[in-house]
Structures are given as C-alpha cells and as structure tokens.
C-alpha cells in the first residue's frame, strides 16, 4: 500500500491545523475582546442576574446565557439572587476558565438534610454541598468547602447592598475559590462587590489566588466603572433584578359609617396598605378590579399613574400609595391606599374587589383580592365581599311653636321626618309610627313629657340658646340619622298687669 503519510504530508496537515486553530482563536477574541459595546440584557425568566464581568489574565465572564448569540442556543445557565434570603445560586460561563459556581447549598444528611444552608455549621451533619445537578452542561453539585473567613457562600446584604462570601470556579478545584469581599482581618487593599438596588448594576472587584500566592485569574472587575480610565472604550456590567415586588395588606371596606351614611349612603372606600421591603420604595402606580358577588364586571380602573390626575376610573385620593413616599413603604401603615366608590354602586348589592399596585421601579404586587371578616362597617358576614347599605338613611325634620319661646314655658315640636325602603331605596316616605322611631335627647334642665314620640312637648328652663337631638330610626333596617336642633329661649315670659277698663 502506497504511503500517503509522509514527512511532508504530515507537515502540511499540522501547518493547517496551526492555521485553522489560530483563524478560530481571531474569531473568538474578536467575539470576546473586542466587542466593545456590550448591550446589558434583561435576565432570562429562571435566573435575576445577567451582563458580563472582566478578567484580565481570561477574558469575559457572562453571567446569563442570554448574553449567547444565539441566544440560550446551547446551556440554559444563568445566576440568580434570592429575593427572600439574598443568597446567590447558578452558574456564570468563561470560555478559558468554564463554570464558575454561584450554586446555593443545602444540607446532606442529617435530621435536616435538604435545608438550604448558608454555611457548614448550618447543618446538624456540618455537611452544606451545592445544589445539583443543575441544567444540561452544568456541572454536578460539589461539596462545599470554602476557606475561611467568611466560610459561606455568594450572599446579597438587602441592609447595606454588599455581596460576601464566595464564588468558585470549578475547574480549579481548591485553587479556584473567588472572594467577593475583604473579610475583617484580611491584609492589603480594600476591595468587594455591592449592588445597587435602584439600578441593580453591581460594583467593584473578586478576587481569585491560589494558596501559593503566585497564581490564579486575579481580579475579576464587576462593572467597567471601577477601571481606569472608567470604561475606557468597554462598556460592561454585571446587572441583577434585586428590587423585591411590593404587597398588599389590611384591605378594608366599605368603610363608610353611619354618620357618613346619613349624608350619602351610596358611597364606599376601599383601603388597604402597600408593604415593600425596599427602602425608599413608595408606589407608582395601581388597579383596581371590581365585580358583583356574581362575578358580573362593575370596574377594572387598568393601571393609574400620576398623582392627583383623575381620569374616568382613576382617582383622585392618594390612591398610588404616596402617603409616605420620602419615607417609604417599608412597614403596614405606612402607605395607606384609598380608591374612593359612588357612580360604580348600587344599592343593597355585594361586591368583590382585588387590588394590585407598582412601586417606584414599577414593579408590580400580586393581585390581592379582597377576604375580609367583618365587614368596616355594614357587615354582611361574607369575607370576599363588601355589601352596600339597602337604602338612603331617614331625614330627620322638625318644627316646633311657639317660634321663640320664652323659659318656662311649653314648646310643641312636630315631627316631619322622612324615611326610604328597599323597595324604593331613593325614593322618600314620609315618617310614620310603623317604620320609624323617635329619640330626643333634652338638655339639662329641661323637661319631656314623652321622648320617644313623634309630637313631644319640651319645657326649657334655661334661657339662652338650648341645644336638643332628634334620632329617627328606620324601624325595618335599624338605620338612624342624628341631628341637632338649636332652640333659643327667652329671659322669662312676656310680663302682663291687669287694668281696670276706663
């Protein structure tokens, strides 16, 4: 057989290895160290975290495979910080150095095995490994030892915004601990990362050395803002989702009492509080959805921005949450919501209403429905609904004679109050001993022959004004309305002497 494998043969073929392995390094600098102009990603829907950090000595970090072109086209890696807890979890990519873990750990045996834990001593078996597997291509969980100092791993301070502990790059094994804080007690320069929580863009430098002091990746910038010069032709940035999403608590209604009541039945306020552990967060924006306890659609406001700019359903007060806005919205109270009701109601009917609100990184809650009991005011013992009053509450009316009457002496009142029904819950009737009820309430010194009467006769025995309150109840639904009555009485009764006629 005629050997084609010669000297020279062999040669070529190696000159064109050479020669194609240096074409495929040019494309993968240029892809990883000339891109200068790197667009910040939003993070994909399972990870918070994205962009790209810089290593001098390796190159590019990403943070998120949808900084990939294509896209997400291979492994489906990403990093995440917790929004409860502030720990890290998931994977960063380098093409030169491969995973760099940022994986959250749990606990393996132990009366507590699968807890997630910060730190060994977490757990009863001093045994905290990472979680794992993760997503295709991703590395199998390892244990977790990192050195001292701290000893835990990747965490987010919601308090003072600061990331500690540590991240690892994998394929370095013990050498490939990255420290993202200078722990109390180290020597040299200060250094760490931070995020901003308004932004979420972090900040400052990792560090990565082996035990020996002489090698390792070294720095690891997390943002071109801490070069110098800044950004000096690479615009890049690690960026995280941290701002936590506001709540709702405390929803109230109708909120509308008796005394209100008498003035306007037909009304309701719906309260409730914005919570939102962010400090500084205060609210940009809310809905407000309301249906009949049927389901039948009464009002869906869409989302209301602006503050005291009305529109059709939006309204008027401090209904986005602004109450407390230089302060925040940090504890229930306070920013307390109000997103007033009449046009949309009817009479006797019970609604179900659900609330969502945006903070000022537009932001949203949940919707929140309504699911109360009692009722503020006019209970109708359902918790997911708020019930309307039946009808308008009585008119109290009342004249009495003489129209200036002196002390001492008798005054007739005549009752003209009118009352309503559910029947025609806006339509007036006059007051009558089968559907309402009188109470007068005198002054001292003064004297009633019958207080609950509709015609009572009242003797004031101080002069001056007098004041009285007339209390009508709708003797059907137990509604009443109070007013009072001011009455002025004389210094005493006209004097009189009698004359003998001339």
Not at 215 to 240: D, L
Not at 252 to 280: I, K, R
Not at 322 to 342: A, M, R, S, W
Not at 436 to 441: R, S, V
Request: glycine share 10%; hydrophobic share 35%.
């Amino acid at each position: 057989m005629k050997d084609y494998f010669k000297a020279k043969t062999w040669l070529i073929t190696t000159s064109m290895f050479v020669i194609a392995f240096g074409l495929s390094s040019a494309i993968v600098y240029y892809e990883f160290g000339f891109e200068k102009n790197i667009k910040i990603l939003n993070a994909s829907a399972s990870n918070n975290v994205t962009g790209w950090a810089w290593n001098a000595n390796t190159g590019w970090i990403s943070f998120n495979c949808t900084n990939d072109t294509p896209a997400c086209s291979g492994t489906n890696y990403g990093v995440s910080v917790d929004l409860a807890t502030g720990y890290f979890s998931g994977y960063a990519w380098s093409a030169s150095l491969g995973w760099i873990s940022f994986n959250r750990k749990t606990c393996v045996g132990g009366s507590d095995a699968g807890v997630f834990c910060g730190k060994n001593s977490d757990c009863t078996s001093n045994n905290c490994r990472l979680d794992g597997p993760g997503a295709a291509g991703e590395p199998l969980a390892q244990p977790f030892s990192p050195p001292a100092s701290p000893d835990y791993n990747a965490i987010y301070s919601f308090s003072d915004n600061t990331v500690t502990g540590w991240a690892k790059i994998l394929s370095l094994g013990d050498n490939g601990w990255v420290k993202l804080r200078k722990y109390t007690g180290d020597s040299g320069a200060d250094y760490g990362v931070s995020i901003n929580p308004a932004t979420g863009s972090f900040s400052g430098f990792g560090w990565n050395a082996n035990d020996s002091g002489g090698g390792g990746a070294g720095w690891i910038s997390f943002n071109c803002a801490g070069e110098s010069p800044a950004c000096g032709g690479t615009n890049y940035k690690v960026v995280a989702n941290i701002n936590r999403p506001p709540s709702i608590t405390a929803m109230t209604a109708p909120n509308w009492n008796y005394a209100q009541a008498s003035a306007n039945a037909l009304h309701a306020n719906l309260l409730f509080n914005m919570v939102d552990a962010d400090t500084g967060s205060f609210g940009s924006a809310y809905q407000v959805i309301i249906t009949k306890a049927d389901n039948t659609a009464v009002l869906d406001t869409g989302k209301c921005t602006g503050f005291n700019a009305p529109s059709v359903n939006c309204k008027v007060d401090n209904s986005i949450c602004l109450k407390n806005g230089l302060t925040g919205c940090i504890n229930p109270g306070d920013c307390v919501c109000q997103f007033p009701l009449q046009a949309e109601l009817n009479y006797n009917t019970g609604y179900k209403w659900s609330v969502k609100v945006w903070d000022n990184f537009d932001t949203a809650s949940v919707l929140t429905s309504y699911n109360t009991s009692p009722d503020t005011d006019n209970n109708d013992g359902v918790a997911p609904t708020f019930t309307t009053y039946k009808h308008k509450f009585p008119v109290p009316v009342a004249t009495y004679f003489p129209a200036n009457p002196s002390r001492g002496e008798k005054v007739k009142f005549t009752d003209a109050s009118q009352t309503y029904t559910t029947a025609a819950p806006a339509t007036t009737i006059a007051c009558a001993a089968a559907n309402c009820a009188w109470l007068w309430t005198i002054p001292a010194g003064a004297t009633i022959d019958d207080a609950a009467t509709s015609t009572p006769t009242i003797i004031f025995n101080t002069a001056g004004s007098n004041s009285l309150k007339l209390k009508v109840t709708d003797r059907v639904d137990g509604y009443w309305t109070e007013i009072t009555i001011l009455l002025s009485a004389n210094a005493k009764l006209p004097g009189w002497k009698e004359v003998k006629p001339e």
